[in-house]
């Protein structure tokens, strides 16, 4: 995991788009959040980035590459970036396919990322990213209610 960390409201890590990748985005999160005195918001935060990774290592990258070994290249990455009134979680993959909500059975055992992730963040989307690939992000309220 390449990681840098700027202060002023910045952060990103590189994750190598193994399935190992969630626990660290959490954990890049927690680290990140406490130091810039927001731990309030890890709860959600992490949460948000788990599933954002997660969906990215699932179902962005070729599963023959993602597991070919260690490459040193990061194809998938984690950025945070802190505003006035609010955080953005963001993760750049190289697919260029949206991400798709789906309808999960009540027994599923995954499928329900995404609505997670809207149940929790005050907006979510996606976008390109030229030249290859996308982004898709969420924000957090940076002071949620009752904090």
């Given amino acids: 995991m390449g990681q840098d960390v700027c202060p002023g409201g910045f952060a990103a ?15 890049f999160v927690t680290m990140t959040l406490n130091r810039w005195a927001l731990g309030v918001l890890v709860p959600d935060a992490a949460l948000v ?3 954002l990774v997660t969906n990215a290592v699932q179902h ?26 609010d955080l953005v979680c963001a993760v750049t993959d190289p697919s260029p396919a949206p991400p798709r ?11 329900r990322g995404l609505t997670l992730i809207e ?8 976008s390109l990213t030229p030249p290859r690939g996308k982004t898709v992000w969420a924000t957090l309220p940076l002071y949620p209610a009752g904090a």
């Fill in 13 to 27: 890590c590189g994750l190598d788009g193994r399935l190992r990748n969630a626990p660290q985005a959490r954990r």
């Fill in 60 to 85: 962005a990258l070729d599963p023959t590459a993602r597991d070919a070994g260690d490459s040193g290249e990061y194809p998938v990455w984690l950025g945070i970036f802190r505003h006035p009134s």
């Fill in 49 to 51: 980035v788990s599933e």
């Fill in 119 to 126: 149940a929790v963040s005050e907006t979510w989307s996606w």
């Fill in 101 to 111: 909500p789906r309808d999960a059975d009540a027994s599923a055992l995954g499928g």
